[in-house]
């Protein structure tokens, strides 16, 4: 009998391994069967397609803008050429999202309505929510969204339950609390909130919303049913950057085309016409495969209404204002759809739309492309395949204007595009909710800053980024899932906040500059906008904010316009020996050993510890002379072509050796001295995001507010 166990033990044991060595096998074939999208480059397109199809396959899309394919490969395949051919380039193509800074939805999109009412107690300057809450189970209150009306000034405290709670300030309405706020099952939540003073007791301008740890929003109902009213509009920030002053000059873009690769643009009537009440020109294109233009999802509308809304300006508080609510009103307008109705696009789809832009620019008069969008660096910006596009658009006489991210307020959270060393990057800041007290604007917290991972200063300016009002449909997706913002669902107005719309108004300020003077090249509208913006000072005239977070400061339109200055931007960068892969570049700055302060060897004052602060009394007024001359001259600061890997997969673990002697032997310039000693050993975590390892290519681009 005990033979006979055995023997069928013997049996059920090969019939389980033969199993296990199918289901190994079927894994393999499986592996070996999935395909990735990569687009390849590092040749010449007709040699690299001549080798694809030798190897058996067939690009999908090849651009022409970099001598680029796209291509659907096996591991295996995959491997093979790359063992094949030394000199081809691989880049993983990935999804990534429109770049305006946004909570993240929760995760049922459960909203619910709560009654409230609301009274005002002016002896504590004071409003007073009280709202009813029916629900039988514990809560935990985490975050308040309120509305509040700009002439009370800052809110001072904010008190639930006649306790007062800390918090962080998260955008102009999110109040984030530090430590959830336990509420009973039934019980009555009332929030008071404390202003500098309280100036009108008008209930249609106030509003609190409430969220919970479970991620649920309750959204409340007010007592009045007073409407604000829809004939007053002002967007405010063509006053903050001065453009309306440009406006009474007679310039507003007239006969330059601004380009928007983006989510589209709707054929909303207030953007059809300019200011002479005629219809501009405009065009719209879709690289998607739908090859609808509609803009479903509402970004590219709300950039392109901040860039070239006509409509005039209108202010109950100010009825004596002056000037138009888009920057550049008269501009025209392609917009290129790269972006579809959930506002994600590829790196594929990015590249078909530059080089629409790039084979058009002189059949539309391109003179302008707007990319509010971002995503973490996966290599050297001239590995990068968008990064090369653009520097090759630039060359073209585009001028490249580049989210700088809304990963901040670390150091070293410039995305892609915007580390791009040549193109303008744009940081964000707020008014404060106080638009014409000038005094109290400051870089956000979400803006990305500097430097960039190969040490240039970046973002090269800042604009206003914090709930910016622009157009946007009311059945758009964006405005739908954030509808507890739609302060009066009647008008086509939205706020929102982010590098995106920073990049959208500095935009408009590039095509006013070019229609005061249309032979200005890329170069020249980059020094003349960074010598004239203004950086942000204390009282004592020290720099409030870095420069790796504001560049050189805010953004003046009216002084743009008016400059004559030249030759101080991009100096000692040959574009062209930089696309060839003859010369590549690093920037100026360096970083203390031992995790220390950046900072510019020579430049005095510049030093920053990486650490966001806002503490200060600031104000943007000093015109900044960081960038004359020859102070972030990248000059003699050069990598010559053969230090570089062909694979693109930088800064992988085994590159560093253990003393921090980083790069050692790879034939580095010595007068470059950027990694000179153990400036970058690994205490130093100078690139301490890790977004160099070679399994971390792009998974997402950031979305920012």
Not at 350 to 362: C, F, G, P, S, W
Not at 422 to 449: E, W
Not at 562 to 576: K, L, P, Q, V, Y
Request: overall charge neutral; aromatic content about 10%; glycine content about 6%.
């Amino acid at each position: 009998m005990k033979k006979y166990v055995i023997l069928i033990s013997i049996a059920v044991l090969a019939l389980f391994a033969r199993a296990n060595i199918a289901d190994r096998a079927t894994e393999q074939t499986t592996d070996q069967e999935t395909t990735s999208t990569y687009i390849i480059h590092g040749g010449n397109i007709s040699s690299i397609s001549k080798l694809l199809v030798d190897a058996g396959v067939t690009p999908t899309a090849r651009y022409s803008s970099i001598d680029a394919v796209s291509i659907k490969l096996t591991a295996l395949q995959k491997a093979e050429l790359q063992k094949a051919n030394k000199g081809l380039r691989f880049f993983e193509d990935k999804n990534f999202e429109v770049a305006s800074y946004k909570r993240e939805a929760t995760d049922k999109g459960s909203n619910k309505a709560l009654a409230s009412t609301l009274k005002f107690l002016s002896n504590a300057n004071s409003a007073l929510w009280q709202v009813e809450n029916s629900d039988t189970a514990i809560k935990e209150l985490s975050t308040l969204y309120l509305q509040t009306p700009e002439q009370n000034g800052q809110i001072k405290s904010i008190s639930i339950n006649g306790e007062k709670v800390l918090f962080n300030q998260v955008s102009s309405e999110e109040f984030a609390l530090i430590g959830y706020i336990q509420l009973r099952a039934n019980q009555a939540i009332k929030v008071q909130v404390e202003f500098d003073s309280l100036q009108t007791v008008d209930p249609t301008l106030y509003g609190v919303d409430l969220q919970f740890s479970s991620g649920e929003i309750a959204t409340t109902t007010k007592n009045s049913k007073k409407q604000a009213s829809n004939n007053n509009r002002d967007t405010h920030y063509p006053e903050l950057v001065r453009a309306n002053l440009v406006h009474e000059q007679g310039v507003t873009g007239k006969g330059v085309t601004v380009a928007i690769i983006d989510t589209g643009i709707n054929n909303n009537s207030l953007l059809q016409k300019g200011t002479n009440n005629k219809r501009r020109f405009t065009t719209s294109i879709s690289v998607l495969e739908d090859k609808s233009v509609n803009d479903d999802y509402g970004h590219g509308t709300h950039l392109a209404s901040i860039i070239a809304d006509a409509s005039k300006r209108s202010s109950a508080e100010r009825p004596h204002i002056n000037g138009y609510n888009g920057i550049a009103p008269d501009v025209n307008l392609v917009s290129i759809k790269a972006f579809d109705e959930q506002g994600r696009a590829s790196y594929s789809d990015i590249l078909r739309a530059v080089d629409y832009v790039i084979e058009n620019k002189d059949a539309h008069n391109i003179r302008v492309l707007n990319l509010s969008f971002s995503a973490p660096p996966s290599s050297y910006y001239w590995d990068d395949p968008l990064n090369k596009a653009l520097m090759k658009a630039w060359r073209e006489g585009i001028t490249v204007v580049a989210a700088a991210g809304n990963s901040g307020p670390d150091a070293m959270t410039i995305g892609v595009p915007g580390n791009t060393p040549y193109v303008i990057t744009v940081g964000a800041i707020t008014d404060n909710k106080t638009p014409y007290n000038f005094n109290d604007d400051y870089v956000t917290s979400f803006s990305s800053a500097g430097p960039t991972y190969e040490g240039f200063v970046k973002p090269e300016l800042v604009a206003p980024g914090g709930h910016i009002l622009g157009v946007m449909d009311k059945q758009s997706l964006l405005r739908k899932t954030y509808s507890i913002f739609d302060t009066n669902k009647k008008h086509d107005y939205f706020a929102l906040s982010g590098s995106s719309q920073s990049t959208a108004i500095t935009t408009g300020i590039v095509a006013l500059m070019l229609e005061a003077n249309p032979y200005l090249r890329p170069d020249d509208i980059k020094c003349r906008l960074i010598s004239t913006a203004k950086a942000a000072t204390t009282e004592s005239g020290h720099l409030a904010f870095s420069i790796y977070q504001q560049g050189a400061g805010l953004v003046d339109a009216y002084q743009a316009v008016r400059s004559t200055e030249f030759g101080c931007a991009n100096n000692g960068m040959d574009i062209t020996k930089d696309l060839n892969g003859d010369e590549h570049y690093i920037g100026p700055v360096r970083r203390h050993e031992e995790g220390g302060d950046y900072y510019i060897p020579g430049a005095e004052g510049l030093e920053w510890s990486g650490v966001y602060s806002d503490s200060q009394l600031w104000r943007f007024a000093s015109n900044s002379q960081l960038w004359r001359h020859t102070s972030f001259n990248s000059s003699s600061q050069l990598w010559r072509h053969t230090s570089f890997s062909s694979n693109a997969q930088l800064w992988r673990h085994s590159s560093f050796s253990a003393n921090g002697q980083l790069w050692r032997h790879t034939g580095f310039n010595a007068n470059s001295q950027l990694w000179r000693g153990n400036t970058f050993n690994s205490n130093a975590q100078l690139w301490r995001h890790r977004s160099f390892d070679s399994n971390s290519f792009l998974n997402n681009w950031v979305d920012h507010e």
